[in-house]
């Protein structure tokens, strides 16, 4: 079955960095597309980045462009983000989303997210 598996999140004071991993298993990885989530308490969840693939394109919200970056490396499943010059409004708890495609249907897979925390 489909699993995706966050990992690298933890506390890190504002500016600094963390780099977000999450393996997946269980379906085509490298044709499908890759996206990071993120969800603060109270609030509804956001997207982050996206990444496609082939192609690598990417796409980032506003709130991180420059700061972010999203990558895969399909050798491995795994899809990455690069968080530079965090704030404490990054603190969030952040997702790993999947977009499969199933000959015409498409289906999307969430793994079980991992904290972030920016204070000092």
């Known amino acids: 079955q489909v699993q995706l598996v966050e990992s690298g999140g933890g506390l890190v004071q504002p500016g600094g960095s963390l780099r977000l991993s999450c393996e997946a298993s269980?379906?085509?990885?490298?044709?499908?597309?890759m996206s990071w989530y993120r969800q603060a308490p109270g609030k509804e969840r956001e997207l982050v980045a996206t990444?496609?693939?082939?192609?690598?394109?990417?796409n980032y919200s506003d709130s991180v462009k420059g700061r972010f970056t999203i990558s895969r490396d399909n050798a491995k499943n795994t899809v990455y983000l690069q968080m530079n010059s965090l704030k404490p409004e990054d603190t969030a708890v952040y997702y790993c989303?999947?977009?499969?495609?199933?000959?015409?249907?498409?289906?999307?897979?969430w793994g079980q997210g991992t904290q972030v925390t920016v204070s000092f």
């Open positions: 989303r999947a977009d499969v495609k199933y000959r015409t249907t498409k289906f999307a897979y």
């Open positions: 269980g379906f085509t990885f490298s044709s499908s597309v």
């Open positions: 990444i496609t693939s082939p192609g690598d394109n990417t």
